[in-house]
């Protein structure tokens, strides 16, 4: 093993990092707009369980599985398998985070941008509500390809300082801020005039769409999502734990956290969004607005037009970026630590060489959302942009979180798994219990949730 590899300063470090990795635009972005879309509490009801039963116990697994093998997913598949088709979890999972990485990228550029608009006065382009301030960021090709790129070259730089010096560090310096900058957005919010109807919607459940597999796949999809799940970036980052780390309390916590962060999140959004009712005359909240309508389109207008608005934006947009930060700092160790395992590549040649590809293919990307080809693919009647989101979000995070669970459940097998859980000692959950909840209970609501989506 090369010195390249690397590992944690301690245990909460790896806590933070992993939780970075976890908070990112999923939840301050894609968590509100699909609970606008899914029908607003039925949604939220859904997620948690698939949170507490499908998604903790995988995350569990794969943080067990890369402190066990000192691998990430290729190697810990290739360490516990050495034969046998298991291999595809590996190659899924680089693949989920280079493609991953190159639309996320683009989403982070706008938020940087926004940022930038906000501290420059650029918000109040759209006091009028049309939506026109959205168009004009997200349609210009060079400045977001050009923003794309810094994000990518940030990213890159602390992959590039390694595991401690370039992801803990970012990652202590950064989730305290997130934190504050949430707790604060949240207290503004739901102090704002008209906040209580944005929060009625955002807590009484719609019980007619929680049984509308669509919105059952969505919620699932999100979950997988939110904790960067099914594609190993908790096998890597749980690689460069010591043996001797306890496991099962920092896996809680990571759960526990980006829920907390995710729900946190609506209560930012909701009552933001129904108070631009009472501010900007003739304006109403559409919370169901999908793609990226209620961040980039809706909100800049309450910030427009609210007294000190601005500054709420500011802090909002910084918000979405630091978090944006430290998940995409982990969508790229995930292959990086796959050259440096694997083909024995120093880092510095890893960042740079997947950081580049993921450059390059950014591009139909940002071009999805500029007119012409990439915004109206003939083959799929959307963007290229949609199609990445629906095939590596939806398809590809549950499908190799299904995979991880039966490597683990049924290869691995929950004797060894267990032996290597109880190396922790006693503690919630017990072998036994993760161990049926990873043979069966994932794996089977995994199965059953890709086959009423794309077999039915
Ligand atoms: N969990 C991140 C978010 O919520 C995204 C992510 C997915 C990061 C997969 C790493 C791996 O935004």
Same mark, same amino acid.
């Given at each position: 093993?090369?010195?390249?590899?690397?590992?944690?300063?301690?245990?909460?470090?790896?806590?933070?990092?992993?939780?970075?990795?976890?908070?990112?635009?999923?939840?301050?972005?894609?968590?509100?707009?699909?609970?606008?879309?899914?029908?607003?509490?039925?949604?939220?009801?859904?997620?948690?369980?698939?949170?507490?039963?499908?998604?903790?116990?995988?995350?569990?697994?794969?943080?067990?599985?890369?402190?066990?093998?000192?691998?990430?997913?290729?190697?810990?598949?290739?360490?516990?398998?050495?034969?046998?088709?298991?291999?595809?979890?590996?190659?899924?999972?680089?693949?989920?985070?280079?493609?991953?990485?190159?639309?996320? =990228?683009?989403?982070?550029?706008?938020?940087?941008?926004?940022?930038?608009?906000?501290?420059?006065?650029?918000?109040?382009?759209?006091?009028?509500?049309?939506?026109?301030?959205?168009? =004009?960021?997200?349609?210009?090709?060079?400045?977001?390809?050009?923003?794309?790129?810094?994000?990518?070259?940030?990213?890159?730089?602390?992959?590039?300082?390694?595991?401690?010096?370039?992801?803990?560090?970012?990652?202590?310096?950064?989730?305290?801020?997130?934190?504050?900058?949430?707790?604060?957005?949240?207290?503004?919010?739901?102090?704002?005039?008209?906040?209580?109807?944005?929060?009625?919607?955002?807590?009484?459940?719609?019980?007619?769409? +929680?049984?509308?597999?669509?919105?059952?796949?969505?919620?699932?999809?999100?979950?997988?999502?939110?904790?960067?799940?099914?594609?190993?970036?908790?096998?890597?980052?749980?690689?460069?734990?010591?043996?001797?780390?306890?496991?099962?309390?920092?896996?809680?916590?990571?759960?526990?956290?980006?829920?907390?962060?995710?729900?946190?999140?609506?209560?930012?959004?909701?009552?933001?969004?129904?108070?631009?009712?009472?501010?900007?005359?003739?304006?109403?909240?559409?919370?169901? +607005?999908?793609?990226?309508?209620?961040?980039?389109?809706?909100?800049?207008?309450?910030?427009?037009?609210?007294?000190?608005?601005?500054?709420?934006?500011?802090?909002?947009?910084?918000?979405?970026?630091?978090?944006?930060?430290?998940?995409?700092?982990?969508?790229?160790?995930?292959?990086?630590?796959?050259?440096?395992?694997?083909?024995?590549?120093?880092?510095?040649?890893?960042?740079?060489?997947?950081?580049?590809?993921?450059?390059?293919?950014?591009?139909?990307?940002?071009?999805?959302?500029?007119?012409?080809?990439?915004?109206?693919?003939?083959?799929?009647?959307?963007?290229?942009?949609?199609?990445?989101?629906?095939?590596?979000?939806?398809?590809?995070?549950?499908?190799?979180?299904?995979?991880?669970?039966?490597?683990?459940?049924?290869?691995?097998?929950?004797?060894?798994?267990?032996?290597?859980?109880?190396?922790?000692?006693?503690?919630?959950?017990?072998?036994?219990?993760?161990?049926?909840?990873?043979?069966?209970?994932?794996?089977?609501?995994?199965?059953?949730?890709?086959?009423?989506?794309?077999?039915?």
């Amino acid at each position: 093993m090369t010195n390249d590899r690397g590992s944690w300063g301690s245990r909460p470090g790896f806590i933070l990092a992993a939780t970075g990795s976890a908070v990112g635009l999923g939840n301050i972005w894609g968590f509100p707009t699909q609970v606008g879309q899914g029908g607003g509490a039925a949604f939220v009801l859904i997620y948690l369980i698939a949170v507490i039963f499908i998604c903790a116990p995988i995350l569990l697994g794969e943080v067990l599985v890369g402190r066990y093998a000192q691998l990430g997913p290729a190697g810990a598949v290739r360490r516990i398998s050495p034969s046998g088709p298991w291999w595809v979890i590996g190659l899924l999972a680089v693949a989920a985070g280079t493609f991953i990485l190159s639309f996320y =990228a683009v989403i982070a550029g706008w938020t940087v941008q926004y940022l930038w608009l906000a501290v420059t006065d650029g918000l109040a382009a759209d006091a009028e509500g049309s939506g026109a301030l959205f168009g =004009a960021v997200s349609a210009n090709p060079i400045r977001n390809v050009l923003f794309t790129g810094l994000f990518l070259v940030a990213t890159a730089w602390c992959v590039n300082r390694g595991i401690r010096r370039g992801i803990e560090a970012a990652s202590r310096l950064m989730m305290p801020l997130l934190f504050v900058l949430l707790l604060i957005l949240a207290i503004r919010s739901v102090t704002l005039p008209g906040a209580a109807e944005g929060l009625a919607y955002y807590l009484r459940p719609d019980l007619s769409q +929680a049984l509308n597999p669509e919105i059952i796949g969505a919620a699932v999809g999100q979950a997988f999502f939110s904790l960067s799940l099914g594609m190993g970036a908790l096998i890597t980052y749980g690689s460069y734990l010591h043996r001797s780390h306890a496991v099962r309390s920092a896996s809680i916590a990571i759960v526990g956290i980006d829920t907390t962060i995710a729900l946190l999140a609506g209560f930012i959004i909701f009552p933001a969004g129904f108070s631009i009712a009472s501010f900007s005359s003739g304006s109403t909240f559409d919370p169901t +607005a999908g793609g990226p309508g209620l961040i980039f389109a809706v909100l800049p207008q309450l910030f427009a037009t609210l007294p000190g608005g601005l500054l709420f934006g500011a802090a909002f947009f910084l918000l979405l970026s630091v978090a944006a930060f430290t998940s995409t700092i982990s969508l790229l160790e995930v292959p990086v630590a796959h050259a440096i395992d694997q083909w024995r590549w120093p880092r510095s040649k890893a960042v740079l060489a997947v950081a580049a590809f993921t450059f390059a293919f950014s591009i139909p990307s940002v071009l999805s959302f500029s007119g012409g080809f990439f915004s109206e693919l003939p083959a799929v009647g959307g963007t290229f942009f949609d199609l990445m989101v629906n095939v590596w979000n939806e398809g590809a995070l549950p499908l190799g979180g299904m995979l991880i669970s039966l490597f683990i459940g049924w290869r691995w097998g929950a004797r060894f798994a267990g032996d290597e859980l109880r190396r922790d000692g006693p503690g919630f959950p017990s072998p036994a219990l993760w161990g049926f909840l990873i043979r069966f209970v994932s794996p089977a609501a995994i199965f059953l949730l890709i086959v009423s989506r794309f077999v039915l």
